[in-house]
RNA sequence: GCCUGAAUGGUGGAAUCGGUAGACACGAGGGACUUAAAAUCCCUUGGCCAUUGCGGCCGUGUGGGUUCAAGUCCCACUUCAGGUACCA
């Protein structure tokens, strides 16, 4: 009997789909482990030979962990809102719920023949209404609440309201974006509707003006994560800077527990890293410059406290709320043409140009340590987002004001001894302190890390400011003006302010619109649907959530999906807790890997789940590129030449679709009926093939390269897709798809089937193996058992093939290496291991097998080779009894005849034995 | 610019603690079986020299260093990949 796998893989994943064989439920008797993958966005191109790398890898260690006797909860679903989908709805009108369903049963199909252990039962969709019933309901928490600052959590907005009618903002420890302060009395003056606008300032989720990215393109606002230089990564269109009324998320308040934790998670360091500088933690001052002749006075923030005596002008960022203060009447025409241009311009264009520019205020401001008068300017270098908005200027350490200053030949002042500032400024924050002592402060001759500490020490003192630590991180920006997400569950009272609706209410469904384009007016698509109010007639929001909103919490939703009441039960959440492995790309780094952190630790906060990080620990798959062919067509005729003759000509290389390539050779029939140009197409061949060119890139349709997992199921079998994938390279590297090698693997499995049957007769027997034999076994398990726990599953493959051929070598056919064999193998290549698992007698399916032990006495030699060095470099072997003594080692490996040559006659110096083992002798 | 990671045969990659570099596989070459092809099996395969022996020398991006011993550790550099950036 051949090995059918086609039979085998259909035959398994019916049984398991109809016995449900990968179902989990909570078992108290059993340790819990959760395996979960990044669930995707179910694109129209469906799945390439890249999709399932990571897949495959946590789909192994589930199956390991489950034959180690956990109890696995591996679950997969749909992240399936999303820009694409309604892309496609505005073009063909066509619902974007069809084609995400569409797309989702094609995922589907493509992933079951893959035969992964997932419990569907678990299966979660971020568009269904049960599901998103918990985004909306997390909102609405977090509109409820406030962030105090002191314990460092949330709180409920009810508790900070208590705070306000009896001291006003007197004592509050509540993160803001308001710096108003207001008394008790005031505040019990005040309407509900200014209560309101107040209380918008503390909300965790809060509607605040704040410059956003605006995607006219795409006719929306855009997270920071969404953006990458100036162009927006769905599309790549440019972006602007616009001030918009948006819904946010505080994120931001959430900055020192998301840099501190991540100290408690097992992620890799550059994932780890690429989230520190993302929080941007800088610990620093704000200080105080008083207006000159004026009441005003700027606050702003700096690193450098210590270089405050070469403080030579200030600038301020174009949307500064200082600007309006401080310019004069006679600058306001110069500066207003200023702001006009900076507004004009996109980011993108910003970044481009990096030229200086800038416009004088006309006012001044006075170094409140110096006392000397500086003028104050604007310039775009500063940005309104951080900080304070505003700068103190130092030309001679800054190599930005460096760079303002020459331009608007302002003063430069070196302040460390030695530092030449003619050409460049002097950035480095090391040195000797030197013009910056007077009878208020004296800085000079300390060190640049000193001269920081007494200068923030001094302006606490004096009053003139205090000492600030700064994230880069900003709030999220949560409303999107797109049909295609989750509706807000908010209204608008009689007054327009924004109310939300009672939780008995959700789910808020989506409603239908007759297009998913803006209306007439300008308003997002959700503006056209008929009777969006409340039951008594109240406008809902017309915003939808960003795309980040539904995958924040969905690893909570998998440990208990149906829960109609709760987004996931106590006792569900003290169960499996928290993911234990979790693997995806790393673009999601400073995305979802931030938000659902941030989400999590909100919950957190209120006793809704119990633990305050969500993944325990991460791995990061690698991508897969593409490996293109091309053919060199011969300019301005239809012929073209094989790769190695191309030199020959002057050609044009052109991208031929792999799929009609086997191992570079050209198929020419199917070229010639793959494009009507190339209907006539005539070829130059060597040997009578025509041989492509290739190269390595990205797999795309563009490229040409890309390769489909179910053709590779369908000719190859779906184990030897999963045995290949993992043997490329290990599983966090980038690396190409080269389908020319799957062949070894193919091979692998074929001889391990012809361990079993040769040709229709099963040759099993119940004979002991040899010690050999054993020893190839127990070799192996070692090294799977090892190589599972850190990932390193190519070298399993390897480890694999080495026994099968070693068993086929001693014709090993006993049951007694068979059985943990198949065991061992099953977590890799689960059909062929289930099938012959059932083939060695069992009735049970091989999940719940028992991962086999090794035995050490099988792997003890009983003569071991030596390789002797000498002196490090010339070497000859020899071969010592394993029981042998130092003395007995050292006896042998002297007078042995390689030996002699390289002594000579000489006496050893010195020999060295490592863990009992002789490796070196020097002479 | 800054941060992180990487660099090993024709190719993908092994080498877990500093101890036989190149496991395993592809590709290539040779052979067996076959009328032939496919499939399968066997041998060779880092480079150079020697090849009727044995063997020898060189070799893990570059240059130094530590060590009896370095792909692995240290210093300096080059290149590539990814992330990030007027963040004061």
Same mark, same amino acid.
């Given at each position: 009997?051949?090995?059918?796998?086609?039979?085998?893989?259909?035959?398994?994943?019916?049984?398991?789909?109809?016995?449900?064989?990968?179902?989990?439920?909570?078992?108290?008797?059993?340790?819990?482990?959760?395996?979960?993958?990044?669930?995707?966005?179910?694109?129209?191109?469906?799945?390439?030979?890249?999709?399932?790398?990571?897949?495959?890898?946590?789909?192994?260690?589930?199956?390991?962990?489950?034959?180690?006797?956990?109890?696995?909860?591996?679950?997969?679903?749909?992240?399936?809102?999303?820009?694409?989908?309604?892309?496609?709805?505005?073009?063909?009108?066509?619902? @974007?719920?069809?084609?995400?369903?569409?797309?989702?049963?094609?995922?589907?199909?493509?992933?079951?023949?893959?035969?992964?252990?997932?419990?569907?039962?678990?299966?979660?969709?971020?568009?269904?209404?049960?599901?998103?019933?918990?985004?909306?309901?997390?909102?609405?928490?977090?509109?409820?609440?406030?962030?105090?600052? %002191?314990?460092?959590?949330?709180?409920?907005?009810?508790?900070?309201?208590?705070?306000?009618?009896?001291?006003?903002?007197?004592?509050?420890?509540?993160?803001?974006?308001?710096?108003?302060?207001?008394?008790?009395?005031?505040?019990?003056?005040?309407?509900?509707?200014?209560?309101?606008?107040?209380?918008?300032?503390?909300?965790?989720?809060?509607?605040?003006?704040?410059?956003?990215?605006?995607?006219?393109?795409?006719?929306?606002?855009?997270?920071?994560?969404?953006?990458? *230089?100036?162009?927006?990564?769905? +599309?790549?269109?440019?972006?602007?800077?616009?001030?918009?009324?948006?819904?946010?998320?505080?994120?931001? /308040?959430?900055?020192?527990?998301?840099?501190?934790?991540?100290?408690?998670?097992?992620?890799?360091?550059?994932?780890?890293?690429?989230?520190?500088?993302?929080?941007?933690?800088?610990? +620093?001052?704000?200080?105080?410059?008083?207006?000159?002749?004026?009441?005003?006075?700027?606050?702003?923030?700096?690193?450098? /406290? #210590?270089?405050?005596?070469?403080?030579?002008?200030?600038?301020?960022?174009?949307?500064?709320?200082?600007?309006?203060?401080?310019?004069? @009447?006679?600058?306001?025409?110069?500066?207003?043409?200023?702001?006009?241009?900076?507004?004009?311009? !996109?980011?993108?264009?910003?970044?481009?140009?990096?030229?200086?520019?800038?416009?004088?205020?006309?006012?001044?401001?006075?170094?409140?340590?110096? +006392?000397?008068?500086?003028?104050?300017?604007?310039?775009?270098?500063?940005?309104?987002?951080?900080?304070?908005?505003?700068?103190?200027?130092?030309? /001679?350490?800054?190599?930005?004001?460096?760079?303002?200053?020459?331009?608007?030949?302002?003063?430069?002042?070196?302040?460390?001894?030695?530092?030449?500032?003619? *050409?460049?400024?002097?950035?480095?924050?090391?040195?000797?302190?030197?013009?910056?002592?007077?009878?208020?402060?004296?800085?000079?001759?300390?060190?640049?890390?000193?001269?920081?500490?007494?200068?923030?020490?001094?302006? *606490?003192?004096?009053?003139?400011?205090?000492?600030?630590?700064?994230?880069?991180?900003?709030?999220?920006?949560?409303?999107?003006?797109?049909?295609?997400?989750?509706?807000?569950?908010?209204?608008?009272?009689?007054?327009?302010?924004?109310?939300?609706?009672?939780?008995?209410?959700?789910?808020?469904?989506?409603? *239908?619109?007759?297009?998913?384009?803006?209306?007439?007016?300008?308003?997002?698509?959700?503006?056209?649907?008929?009777?969006?109010?409340?039951?008594?007639?109240?406008?809902? %929001?017309?915003?939808?959530?960003?795309?980040?909103?539904?995958?924040?919490?969905?690893?909570?939703?998998?440990?208990?999906?149906?829960?109609?009441?709760?987004?996931?039960?106590?006792?569900?959440? %003290?169960?499996?807790?928290?993911? #234990?492995?979790?693997?995806?790309?790393?673009?999601?780094?400073? +995305?979802?890997?931030?938000?659902?952190?941030?989400?999590?630790?909100?919950?957190?906060?209120?006793?809704?789940?119990?633990?305050?990080?969500?993944?325990?620990?991460?791995?990061?798959?690698?991508?897969?590129?593409?490996?293109?062919?091309?053919?060199?067509?011969?300019?301005?005729?239809?012929?073209?030449?094989?790769?190695?003759?191309?030199?020959?000509?002057?050609?044009?290389?052109?991208?031929?679709?792999?799929?009609?390539?086997?191992?570079?050779?050209?198929?020419?029939?199917?070229?010639?009926?793959?494009?009507?140009?190339?209907?006539?197409?005539?070829?130059?061949?060597?040997?009578?093939?025509?041989?492509?060119?290739?190269?390595?890139?990205?797999?795309?349709?563009?490229?040409?390269?890309?390769?489909?997992?179910?053709?590779?199921?369908?000719?190859?079998?779906?184990?030897?897709?999963?045995?290949?994938?993992?043997?490329?390279?290990?599983?966090?590297?980038?690396?190409?798809?080269?389908?020319?090698?799957?062949?070894?693997?193919?091979?692998?499995?074929?001889?391990?089937?012809?361990?079993?049957?040769?040709?229709?007769?099963?040759?099993?027997?119940?004979?002991?193996?040899?010690?050999?034999?054993?020893?190839?076994?127990?070799?192996?398990?070692?090294?799977?058992?090892?190589?599972?726990?850190?990932?390193?599953?190519?070298?399993?493959?390897?480890?694999?093939?080495?026994?099968?051929?070693?068993?086929?070598?001693?014709?090993?056919?006993?049951?007694?290496?068979?059985?943990?064999?198949?065991?061992?193998?099953?977590?890799?290549?689960?059909?062929?291991?289930?099938?012959?698992?059932?083939?060695?007698?069992?009735? !049970?399916?091989?999940?719940?097998?028992?991962?086999?032990?090794?035995?050490?006495?099988?792997?003890?030699?009983?003569?071991?080779?030596?390789?002797?060095?000498?002196?490090?470099?010339?070497?000859?072997?020899?071969?010592?009894?394993?029981?042998?003594?130092?003395?007995?080692?050292?006896?042998?490996?002297?007078?042995?005849?390689?030996?002699?040559?390289?002594?000579?006659?000489?006496?050893?110096?010195?020999?060295?034995?490592?863990?009992?083992?002789?490796?070196?002798?020097?002479?």
């Amino acid at each position: 009997m051949d090995y059918n796998f086609n039979e085998i893989e259909k035959k398994w994943q019916k049984y398991w789909r109809e016995h449900h064989t990968y179902k989990c439920e909570i078992d108290n008797n059993k340790p819990k482990f959760y395996v979960l993958d990044m669930f995707p966005y179910p694109s129209g191109a469906g799945l390439h030979v890249g999709h399932p790398l990571g897949y495959i890898a946590s789909d192994i260690y589930a199956r390991y962990k489950r034959l180690k006797g956990f109890n696995v909860l591996h679950p997969m679903g749909y992240d399936a809102y999303g820009l694409p989908a309604e892309q496609y709805a505005i073009q063909t009108g066509q619902h @974007p719920e069809i084609t995400t369903n569409e797309n989702i049963a094609r995922y589907r199909e493509q992933l079951d023949k893959i035969g992964f252990c997932y419990d569907w039962d678990r299966e979660v969709r971020t568009c269904d209404p049960v599901y998103y019933k918990w985004t909306q309901w997390a909102f609405l928490q977090m509109f409820k609440s406030y962030f105090n600052t %002191e314990l460092d959590k949330a709180r409920p907005i009810d508790e900070l309201v208590a705070h306000f009618e009896k001291y006003g903002t007197q004592g509050c420890n509540a993160h803001t974006n308001s710096s108003d302060e207001f008394t008790a009395d005031e505040w019990n003056a005040m309407t509900q509707v200014e209560r309101n606008d107040v209380l918008m300032n503390y909300r965790i989720a809060y509607l605040g003006n704040t410059m956003v990215n605006w995607c006219p393109k795409l006719g929306t606002v855009l997270a920071n994560d969404e953006v990458s *230089e100036g162009l927006s990564l769905r +599309g790549g269109y440019p972006v602007e800077q616009k001030m918009m009324r948006q819904w946010c998320l505080r994120v931001s /308040a959430y900055a020192g527990r998301l840099l501190r934790d991540l100290d408690t998670i097992e992620w890799t360091e550059s994932i780890k890293e690429t989230q520190r500088n993302w929080i941007g933690y800088s610990e +620093g001052a704000e200080m105080t410059f008083p207006v000159a002749d004026s009441d005003k006075s700027l606050l702003i923030f700096t690193t450098r /406290a #210590d270089t405050i005596f070469g403080v030579t002008f200030m600038v301020l960022a174009p949307e500064s709320m200082y600007v309006d203060e401080v310019v004069t @009447p006679d600058q306001r025409a110069a500066v207003d043409a200023y702001l006009d241009e900076v507004k004009h311009k !996109t980011e993108r264009e910003r970044m481009i140009e990096k030229k200086v520019s800038g416009v004088f205020t006309g006012s001044y401001a006075v170094n409140p340590v110096t +006392g000397k008068n500086i003028p104050i300017y604007i310039s775009d270098y500063v940005l309104a987002g951080y900080g304070t908005g505003a700068i103190m200027a130092v030309p /001679a350490h800054d190599s930005r004001d460096y760079a303002f200053a020459k331009h608007f030949d302002l003063p430069i002042i070196p302040l460390i001894e030695g530092a030449d500032v003619s *050409e460049e400024s002097f950035d480095a924050k090391e040195g000797i302190m030197t013009n910056s002592s007077n009878e208020r402060l004296q800085l000079n001759g300390l060190q640049v890390k000193e001269a920081i500490a007494k200068t923030k020490q001094y302006i *606490e003192e004096a009053g003139i400011g205090h000492v600030k630590v700064n994230y880069r991180l900003r709030d999220a920006i949560f409303s999107r003006q797109r049909y295609w997400g989750e509706p807000f569950p908010i209204y608008y009272d009689d007054n327009n302010q924004p109310q939300p609706l009672n939780e008995s209410e959700l789910p808020l469904l989506l409603p *239908e619109v007759d297009k998913f384009l803006p209306t007439e007016t300008g308003e997002p698509p959700l503006g056209r649907a008929k009777n969006w109010v409340t039951a008594d007639g109240h406008p809902l %929001e017309l915003n939808t959530m960003p795309g980040f909103a539904g995958s924040s919490a969905y690893y909570l939703r998998y440990m208990d999906p149906h829960n109609e009441n709760e987004l996931v039960s106590h006792e569900a959440n %003290e169960y499996w807790r928290q993911v #234990d492995l979790y693997v995806g790309g790393t673009e999601h780094a400073t +995305g979802h890997l931030i938000y659902s952190r941030f989400w999590n630790k909100f919950l957190y906060d209120y006793g809704f789940v119990c633990e305050a990080e969500p993944f325990r620990k991460l791995v990061n798959q690698g991508m897969i590129q593409g490996r293109s062919n091309f053919v060199y067509r011969i300019k301005d005729t239809n012929t073209f030449v094989s790769f190695n003759l191309k030199d020959k000509y002057d050609v044009t290389p052109i991208h031929v679709d792999v799929n009609i390539v086997d191992k570079d050779t050209l198929d020419l029939e199917l070229f010639r009926q793959w494009r009507p140009d190339f209907k006539d197409a005539e070829f130059i061949l060597e040997n009578g093939k025509y041989i492509c060119g290739w190269a390595i890139e990205k797999m795309s349709k563009s490229m040409f390269n890309v390769v489909n997992p179910d053709n590779i199921v369908k000719e190859r079998g779906a184990d030897t897709l999963r045995l290949y994938e993992m043997f490329l390279g290990p599983v966090e590297a980038s690396k190409p798809w080269d389908t020319n090698g799957i062949d070894g693997v193919s091979g692998f499995l074929k001889r391990l089937w012809a361990l079993f049957y040769k040709g229709d007769t099963l040759q099993l027997t119940d004979e002991k193996p040899s010690a050999e034999a054993l020893k190839s076994l127990h070799k192996l398990i070692k090294k799977v058992s090892g190589d599972i726990e850190s990932f390193s599953y190519n070298t399993s493959v390897a480890a694999f093939m080495i026994c099968v051929n070693e068993l086929t070598k001693m014709k090993c056919h006993s049951r007694e290496i068979y059985e943990p064999l198949v065991v061992v193998l099953a977590p890799f290549a689960p059909h062929i291991a289930e099938e012959l698992w059932h083939v060695l007698g069992h009735d !049970t399916t091989v999940c719940d097998a028992q991962w086999p032990t090794w035995n050490e006495e099988y792997l003890k030699e009983s003569v071991v080779n030596y390789v002797v060095s000498f002196n490090g470099k010339a070497r000859y072997s020899i071969a010592v009894p394993a029981d042998a003594d130092e003395e007995e080692v050292k006896r042998l490996a002297l007078t042995d005849a390689g030996a002699e040559r390289w002594l000579a006659g000489k006496e050893p110096r010195k020999i060295i034995f490592v863990k009992g083992k002789l490796v070196n002798i020097v002479v």
